[in-house]
């Protein structure tokens, strides 16, 4: 969890920066702040660390969209997507919203450190991106997240984790950053 609010940290002024990207940065400069994402981590940790061990899938779908609630009031100026917060302030019990984004894998590295299998850290994953992201690419994105999380915790090679995230979700790993990037950009 470091890992993750400390990358959304320093992440933060280049979130939206179309500029040419460079690896010579200043690790904490001008703009770098806690996101929406950072808080969303927490809270997902928050309500899985208060989650009887036998817990059923309603329970942690409850437990999670109530701490992610709490949490996103408590900072509402952090950064939420339009959809995200109709979801966080609506006054019904929210409903998720067919998500295909990175939300539900941004907040999940909790899972892949709280559960003692694989199997356990996908069910879990899959249940938090399930109060937003139901969309199949939002749980995919989450449970792949957590799983690598898991492996490497877990004494994995990076070479092993690539070729689980492959087989089990297909995500194409062949590319370089750059191509990526090219890729997005022409999108």
């Known amino acids: 969890m470091y890992g993750a609010i400390l990358g959304d940290m320093i992440g933060a002024p280049y979130e939206f920066d179309r500029s040419p990207k460079v690896k010579d940065f200043p690790l904490f400069g001008r703009g770098s702040r806690f996101t929406d994402d950072s808080v969303m981590t927490i809270a997902v940790a928050d309500a899985l660390l208060d989650l009887e061990q036998d817990a059923d899938d309603d ?37 998720p919203y067919n998500s295909w984004g990175n ?41 792949a997240t957590a799983g690598a999380i898991f492996m490497a915790r877990t004494g994995a090679s990076k070479e092993e984790i690539r070729e689980y995230i492959i087989q089990e979700f297909g995500y194409d790993l062949s590319r370089t950053c750059d191509e990526i990037r090219t890729a997005v950009s022409l999108g």
């Open 59 to 95: 329970t942690i779908h409850h437990a999670v969209s109530k701490s992610m609630r709490i949490w996103g009031r408590k900072y509402p100026d952090a950064g939420y997507g339009g959809r995200f917060c109709q979801w966080l302030f609506t006054r019904r019990q929210p409903k």
């Open 103 to 143: 939300g539900s894998a941004m907040r999940v590295s909790s899972v892949g450190w709280l559960f003692d299998t694989i199997e356990e850290t996908r069910r879990y994953a899959k249940l938090t991106a399930e109060v937003t992201h139901d969309h199949p690419e939002g749980i995919k994105g989450a449970e």
